[in-house]
């Protein structure tokens, strides 16, 4: 009955589900329908609106088309006639790399889309061969999925090649720049030495002058002129005193406001000194921003005024920058100077400074004069020949002022002067060897520079001469300006940090010493004649990166990668910490085993960080399997031993033979095991040094480990007595010493062993089992001592080393020794009957013979 009750409720629950199934099932249906409707719906009301968008989307992607078509038919064109000028083409370079740009960003859209998919159309299986066929709804879904990837994929093919062809025209156009540049600069013109050039020089450079003053006192002259001077003669009047006023009495202001702060003593003044000396080149500058704006609106100067008036700002930003340079670089005396030159020299330093500001100034006014009055490449060469010999005159001073290895040039300096200026500690440069160095190697190419420049000007090539020179001047002046920012930075990292001028010799500074040498280096290449068309083009390769298979390795993905890696790793050391401080001595691990733990989980976790960073960075590790391959090879021929050693390292790790803590033996070395690494195992001998072990050793070698799973070790101790001792009454002895001692252990018990008959002595050993093989050495030592302690006790001798020496032949050593005796006897005889015979005469004769061999030795 119980049974029958059962079997009909487990019926009634089955249909149950049954029926609540169904229902489910019904409800999803109903709401799938509903919901159909309505999207039909809205797309029957949408249609006209949705149809409307796409058309004017493609009528865009039309026109946007024709546009860039029409633009490359005319770079085609450009490019093969070859007529156009370098402006014109630096033009068009812009317009297609705007279309490049549009390309490059169309060729990666829908991206992810077309990966769907592909692996949708994957998962259908391949198609079948020909006759074959396959189910209707897997053809259908097929079908449309590589209508849908075809529908997508064509605009990304379509930008693809156009992508292509507009770098192919970039590269043209920039080669036709580039010939076209090297042309000029290679052109050889009229020698200005030759002096029959010179009369048409001074003539232009006269008339041009004469023109300008003409034109300047022809519109001053005007009756409009002077209705409009009268009409803004408050402005004028006020931008003419402000301006003015600012000129002439901003730099003594903005310098007794810095005497002022450096008069305060307070930390980091040379923080506010610092941009107090910004100030004095701001304030004039901005004198003459207002004197120039007086100008124009008083209208007093003709055509050529006005475009010279444009340019006179940035003149005299130059103007005032070099002198704000100059000051920076070679101090007063009393102060210390950023590039060591000798302390009386200072002035004239600074001085040639200014003389390369006016150079410079001059250069870029005879520039406008050229295109303004249209001069001569007579002209031209003669004029510009002037300056560049001005200018390599200004290097020769310079490197006549220069310094060795940190020495002061002693040519030009009164006798003792360059002495006393090199004893005098506050005026030796405090610039590093390699700042030094730097400076040095600097200045001579630069001197090699400025004589290479006029030689080429001689004869005929100043265009080159200019494109030498000029440059070497700015690079030098980069170079003090990099050297005068890296200072401040260290001044205002001294002041913030409170560290002073020792913050100068901080890691911190060398990190902004690279930096702004990395900044430096965009500004050398268009010193020395590099396009911004060309750098723009060299970042958007660098940010492009390269591409191995289908994988594009760019910087953005590599900054990924270690932004992310580098979260991963500090998540799993927090992790170890945590479990090797916190949660893990809280169990029943043994601590080898919680090392084990804490060690493979911290490879796991690198390892899942690095995953993770690489599928974040968007690289695909299937491309990638031919290089990882070849790597794989020669890891395994050349890097096999440290391979060896890590594999070793995770075996020692998982099965765990030795752990953290054990004590072992091992090629001879014992000791405990304090850490077990990637590639090897630190053990810790008795006499605290450390010996590092490679893991392969531990894995293929023979180890001994006294405490593997337990502490429990044997400890013995052999004992010898002497001959006539009742070994019976040993064994009872040191069988009581042994069962005494706390730390041996009763069960097993310990026991005496008479090994034998030694040499000397009856030999014993006592054989125990220890709780701790730890203490194997002070238990050991402890029953030396009470085996010591009972024997004496006991009068039971412990006998050393004793030998019987047995002659075979003592009559022969008896007979030997009388010999000698009778044989000492005779020579004793024979001496004293030698000296009985000597005579009186005799002994005279011998004494004065000594005497005389006294006297000849005083001789």
């Not at 009301?45 to 004017?56: I, K, M, N, R």
């Not at 923080?271 to 704006?293: K, M, N, Y």
């Amino acid at each position: 009955m119980t049974i029958a009750l059962r079997q009909s409720a487990r019926v009634n629950c089955e249909a149950a589900t049954l029926w609540s199934h169904t229902l489910v099932t019904r409800l999803i249906a109903a709401f799938a329908f509903w919901l159909a409707v309505a999207v039909l719906g809205s797309l029957a009301v949408s249609g006209p609106v949705l149809a409307q968008v796409t058309a004017q989307v493609t009528a865009q992607q039309q026109s946007y088309m024709q546009e860039w078509e029409s633009t490359a038919l005319r770079a085609e064109q450009s490019i093969e006639s070859r007529r156009a000028s370098s402006a014109a083409f630096e033009q068009l370079r812009k317009e297609l790399t705007s279309f490049r740009q549009d390309f490059q960003v169309e060729k990666s859209k829908n991206k992810q889309r077309i990966q769907t998919l592909t692996n949708q159309i994957a998962a259908l299986g391949a198609a079948p061969a020909d006759g074959a066929t396959e189910p209707e709804d897997i053809a259908t879904l097929r079908n449309q999925l590589t209508a849908q990837l075809n529908q997508l994929k064509v605009p990304r093919v379509i930008a693809e090649a156009a992508f292509s062809r507009a770098d192919g025209l970039i590269s043209e156009v920039d080669s036709i720049i580039r010939e076209r540049r090297t042309k000029h600069l290679l052109q050889r013109g009229p020698s200005p030495l030759n002096p029959e050039l010179w009369p048409d020089a001074l003539a232009a450079l006269s008339w041009a002058g004469r023109t300008l003053w003409f034109e300047t006192k022809s519109q001053i002259g005007s009756d409009t002129t002077v209705e409009k001077i009268w009409d803004g003669f408050p402005e004028i009047l006020l931008l003419v005193l402000l301006g003015g006023f600012l000129l002439l009495r901003g730099r003594p202001w903005a310098r007794a406001m810095g005497d002022h702060l450096r008069g305060l003593g307070a930390r980091g003044t040379g923080v506010w000194t610092f941009i107090v000396s910004l100030l004095q080149v701001a304030l004039p500058l901005l004198g003459i921003l207002l004197l120039t704006t007086s100008l124009e609106v008083a209208g007093i100067l003709g055509v050529r005024g006005t475009l010279m008036l444009e340019h006179l700002p940035g003149w005299a930003l130059i103007l005032f920058a070099f002198h704000w340079l100059g000051d920076q670089l070679f101090k007063a005396p009393g102060e210390v100077s950023l590039v060591p030159f000798a302390v009386v020299r200072r002035g004239e330093a600074r001085l040639m400074i200014d003389l390369w500001a006016v150079i410079l100034v001059l250069q870029d006014v005879l520039y406008e004069l050229y295109q303004l009055e249209k001069t001569s490449v007579d002209t031209q060469s003669v004029l510009s020949f002037l300056l560049i010999v001005a200018a390599a005159l200004v290097f020769y001073r310079l490197n006549t002022l220069g310094v060795a290895q940190g020495r002061p040039v002693q040519a030009g300096l009164a006798p003792g002067a360059a002495d006393k200026s090199a004893r005098d500690p506050e005026q030796e440069t405090r610039i590093s060897i390699g700042a030094n160095r730097l400076f040095d190697v600097v200045r001579r190419g630069a001197f090699f520079l400025g004589f290479a420049a006029p030689v080429l000007a001689a004869v005929g090539y100043v265009n080159a001469a200019e494109a030498l020179i000029y440059p070497a001047i700015l690079t030098l002046l980069l170079l003090a300006v990099l050297f005068v920012v890296q200072r401040f930075a260290g001044d205002l990292y001294g002041f913030v940090s409170g560290q002073g001028e020792a913050a100068r010799d901080s890691l911190v500074l060398v990190a902004v010493g690279f930096t702004l040498s990395l900044i430096a280096l965009p500004l050398l290449s268009l010193i020395w004649g590099a396009r911004v068309a060309d750098m723009t083009e060299l970042w958007s390769t660098f940010l492009a990166g390269f591409q191995i298979g289908d994988t594009q390795i760019s910087p953005v993905a590599f900054l990924s990668f270690v932004v992310v890696f580098a979260f991963g790793y500090g998540v799993t050391r927090v992790v170890q910490s945590t479990l090797r401080t916190s949660l893990l001595p809280k169990t029943n691990i043994d601590p080898g085993g919680q090392n084990a733990i804490v060690s493979g989980l911290g490879y796991v976790g690198i390892f899942l960080a690095a995953l993770v960073a690489i599928s974040m960075a968007g690289l695909d590790l299937s491309s990638l399997a031919i290089v990882a391959g070849a790597l794989s090879v020669g890891i395994g021929f050349g890097l096999q031993t440290i391979v060896s050693n890590f594999v070793s390292g995770i075996i020692l790790l998982i099965e765990r033979p030795i752990s953290k803590g054990d004590w072992i033996e091992v090629g001879g070395l014992m000791g405990y095991v304090r850490d077990i690494s990637v590639r090897s195992t630190r053990i810790e001998t008795f006499d605290r040094s450390d010996v590092i072990v490679p893991n392969s050793d531990l894995i293929t070698g023979t180890v001994t480990n006294y405490t593997r799973g337990n502490t429990v070790g044997r400890v013995i101790v052999p004992v010898g007595v002497a001959y006539g001792t009742d070994p019976r009454r040993v064994e009872a002895i040191l069988n009581e010493i042994a069962q005494s001692h706390p730390m041996v252990l009763l069960k097993p018990a310990p026991s005496v062993i008479f090994q034998g008959f030694g040499a000397d002595s009856l030999d014993f050993e006592i054989r125990a089992i220890l709780r701790d093989v730890n203490w194997v050495l002070s238990v050991k030592s402890d029953l030396n001592y009470e085996i010591a302690a009972r024997f004496a006790a006991e009068e039971i001798e412990i006998p050393f080393a004793q030998r019987d020496l047995w002659i075979r032949n003592p009559e022969a050593l008896v007979a030997e020794r009388t010999k000698d005796a009778v044989a000492d006897q005779a020579a004793t005889s024979a001496v004293s009957e030698a000296t009985t015979d000597l005579t009186q005469p005799d002994l005279g004769d011998l004494q004065g013979g000594e005497e005389d061999g006294a006297a000849d030795s005083d001789r």
